[in-house]
């Protein structure tokens, strides 16, 4: 696997690309003589130099963050170091071309002296396609990227055994619910009955104190007795009658 592939050297590669760039336009700016496109140079440089910086700050933090657990993601403390000098010296150039373009005009021999001893720096500065270091950068995003494809692996299994799971809850739980609902048509049969039984048996008892009233109408006081007693008898066999059976 080429070290590319690394989300680390993709970024790198960016960065540097833009640094190269950035390079470029120092130097047009070191040989320029005209005013203007002096100054517009300048600020061409700056600009991108704030841009670099910042990219690299952001590449520092994603180094801090895989320097907490490297083996984590298949690293060791050799690469980390060789990730963070390379951040160290690609803002060291990024800083010396902002510095030697943010300085004020003094006189001539000083400033063509100071540019040139810069640019010198600038040059002696290690190159970020080192061999050796891309040799250990291509050997380590090997182990990286197969532990990472291993752990993917691992984590859309596991995936996968949680879904198995949910779905036989979620079978269990349409079973509890259909079992529910046969209940409740149950119940309301029952309540539905209950209902036509109570009505039948209040028709009953309105017919029979209607004929009370007829017969008490017509007979004596002792036969009223008697009819209310017999009434009486016949309404107590009426309700357990109705209750109990």
Known sequence: MPSAQDPFYVVKEEIQDSIDKLQSTFHQWENTADSGERSNLSKEVLAASESIEWQVDELDKAIAVA???????????????????????????????KKAVEV???SNTTEHASVNGMHRELMRLPNS??????????QDN?????SESDRQ???IK???????????????????????????LAQEKIVDELGNDMDSTSNRLDFVQKKVAMVMKKASAKGQIMMILGLLALFIFLFILVFFT
């Open 67 to 97: 320097s907490r657990d490297p083996s984590w993601y298949g690293i060791d403390e050799v690469e980390l170091e060789s990730r963070r000098r390379w951040t160290s010296d690609a803002r060291t150039q990024v800083s010396t071309v």
């Open 153 to 155: 692996m691992l984590l």
């Open 142 to 146: 090997d182990d990286f990227i197969e």
């Open 104 to 106: 004020r005009k003094g």
């Open 158 to 184: 596991k995936q996968d055994e949680e879904l198995d799971e949910l779905s036989l809850s979620v079978q269990r739980i349409g079973g509890v619910g259909l079992t529910i609902h046969d209940e409740l």
């Open 129 to 138: 396609h080192q061999t050796t270091s891309d040799q250990y950068a291509a």
